[in-house]
């Protein structure tokens, strides 16, 4: 599967963006769990959403419970990530990620994904 990471952008704190990991392949998008991780300058990539294949389970890290909403719409073959309340700290280059193996839940690992997006700039103004 080929991953197309869109929606990112410059806002203000305390906006919204909405980004966008659209696929392309053989397989269903639908097959595959999504997470989405973010990379700031200097640090590690880290977790931030996931959704499951069945759409039933999404999980979503602490530093963003709240105010991050992750979704999927089969139709359109692409997952969601909608970003409310930004600040500062959610500036970050955002990269989806696919799980071909998983069958249920989600993953908060790197590792576990197999295909990942190029990635788009958030960038939070305070």
């Known amino acids: 599967v080929q991953l197309q990471a869109s929606g990112g952008g410059l806002v203000q704190a305390g906006g919204s963006l909405r980004l966008s990991c659209s696929a392309s392949?053989?397989?269903?998008?639908?097959?595959?769990?999504v997470g989405w991780f973010r990379q700031a300058p200097g640090k590690e990539r880290e977790f931030v959403a996931a959704?499951?294949?069945?759409?039933?389970?999404?999980y979503v890290a602490d530093s963003v419970k709240g105010r991050f909403t992750i979704s999927r719409s089969s139709a359109e073959n692409t997952v969601y990530l909608q970003m409310n309340s930004l600040n500062s700290e959610d500036t970050a280059v955002y990269y989806c990620?696919?799980?071909?193996?998983?069958?249920?839940?989600?993953?908060?690992?790197?590792?576990?994904?197999?295909?990942w997006g190029q990635g788009t700039q958030v960038t939070v103004s305070s």
């Open positions: 990620a696919a799980d071909q193996k998983r069958t249920l839940g989600t993953s908060t690992t790197l590792g576990e994904y197999d295909f």
């Open positions: 959704i499951s294949r069945s759409v039933a389970i999404t």
């Open positions: 392949g053989r397989r269903r998008f639908s097959n595959y769990a």
